[in-house]
């Protein structure tokens, strides 16, 4: 990824925000342009916390692609140990100077396929808005199973995956998008996975969006996110993998 042609596009679409707007995070104020977007990703978040603390104890989660460390920080208000991690400085300078210090949650510059820490380190990996940016999914899955500990979990959440017959029509979407911004050469850091790219995988579908249902909650003014929720698992020794 080119980090400076991203943070470009991202202040061109309004997602760099001031220091006391994300330590609101989720929560924009009312008449934000994203506010709708901020609804269904607080949503997500909400679910995902829910389902973390369903365990006994606090979990050490890595959250890939951290950003500006909204997500991180919210995770380890509920007492799990989080550590954020990208590559993008500028995000992650924000993320220490707004969140820490705090002993649950830490951030680091670095890239995962070099990553400092050892096997076996995590009982989450979280994917959060981020796979769009790692051109072989299947590859980085395959990366982030050695990270977990035997029972962990990699979570993909507010990412979209497509079925094969919806591909051509989301890449044009796409190029049409980033052009209109003035950005043409962002579609071509920017990845379009499919469902079936998790075939060989152990995987479910935690949340799935309904048209009718989120139309319904728009019109009670309640946002939720229109992607899905994936999990998929670190399996057992000699458990053959397949897909959900």
């Known amino acids: ?3 400076d042609l991203y943070l ?15 330590a609101r995070l989720p929560s924009v104020p009312d008449g934000h342009p994203l506010a709708n977007e901020w609804g ?18 606090p979990l050490l989660i890595l ?16 007492g799990h140990r989080v550590l954020g991690m990208d590559g993008n400085r500028l995000e992650l300078r924000q993320a220490a100077r707004v969140f820490l210090p705090n002993p649950n949650l830490h951030f680091l510059e670095a890239d995962i396929f070099s990553a400092p820490f050892p096997f076996d380190s995590f009982d989450v990996i979280l994917l ?3 796979i769009q940016y790692f051109p072989d999914l ?10 977990l500990k035997p029972r962990g979990e990699i979570h993909i ?23 209109s911004l003035g950005f043409p050469e962002m579609a071509e850091h920017y990845f379009h996975h499919r469902f079936s790219e998790l075939n060989g995988f152990t995987w479910r579908i935690l949340y799935r969006p309904r048209t009718l249902a989120l139309h319904a909650k728009r019109l009670l003014r309640r946002i939720d996110s229109p992607f899905f929720w994936v999990v998929t698992r670190k399996p057992k020794i000699g458990q053959v993998t397949s897909p959900a």
């Open 128 to 130: 959060a808005s981020v």
């Open 138 to 147: 299947p590859a980085l899955l395959d990366l982030l199973l050695k990270y």
């Open 63 to 78: 959250d890939l692609g951290c950003g500006n460390g909204w997500l991180a920080n919210y995770i380890a208000a509920s």
């Open 157 to 179: 959440i507010d990412s979209p995956l497509y079925s094969d017959a919806e591909i051509d029509t989301a890449k044009e979407r796409t190029r049409a998008y980033y052009a």
């Open 1 to 3: 990824m080119n980090v």
């Open 40 to 57: 269904a990703r607080s949503a997500s978040a909400s679910r995902l916390t829910r389902y973390l603390a369903r365990g006994p104890e």
């Open 8 to 22: 470009r596009v991202r202040e061109k679409e309004g997602r760099l925000y001031s220091d006391e707007l994300v």
